[in-house]
């Protein structure tokens, strides 16, 4: 089974906490670097031929639309919590848009969650 891999975009240029638990979870993270990194989470999947994109920003939205209308990628935002993003994951969503949550279990549940649904 091939790694998976997760693209992750934070308005403020964060991200590294979720990358860490991205990667206890056995995938490979991308942080994206840069404040406004969340807008550029489309592209960047697309360049790494990603399985999941996170995005990060006040709304949870404005990287997550943006990836969904220039890629097609199927997309849930506006998520405020962990659970929601698994749910998400669960129903074949590819990109997540959540507001500003750096957590390290967000990454993990998020990586296993997929790895458990691809199976």
């Known amino acids: 089974m091939t790694q998976v891999v997760v693209v992750i975009g934070d308005r403020l240029g964060k991200g590294q906490n979720v990358a ?22 489309g592209d960047i999947m697309k360049e790494e031929n990603a399985d999941l994109g996170i995005s990060f920003c006040g709304s949870g939205g404005a990287g997550a639309i943006t990836a969904q209308t220039k890629y097609g990628y199927p997309a849930h935002y506006g998520m405020r919590s962990i659970d929601e993003g698994v749910t998400a994951v669960k129903e074949g969503k590819r990109v997540l848009g959540f507001g500003f949550m750096d957590v390290e279990e967000l990454g993990k549940r998020i990586t296993e969650a997929y790895m458990k649904a691809r199976v």
């Open 20 to 41: 860490k638990g991205v990667e206890a979870a056995g995938g490979k993270a991308i942080v994206i670097n840069g404040v406004g990194a969340d807008m550029r989470l």
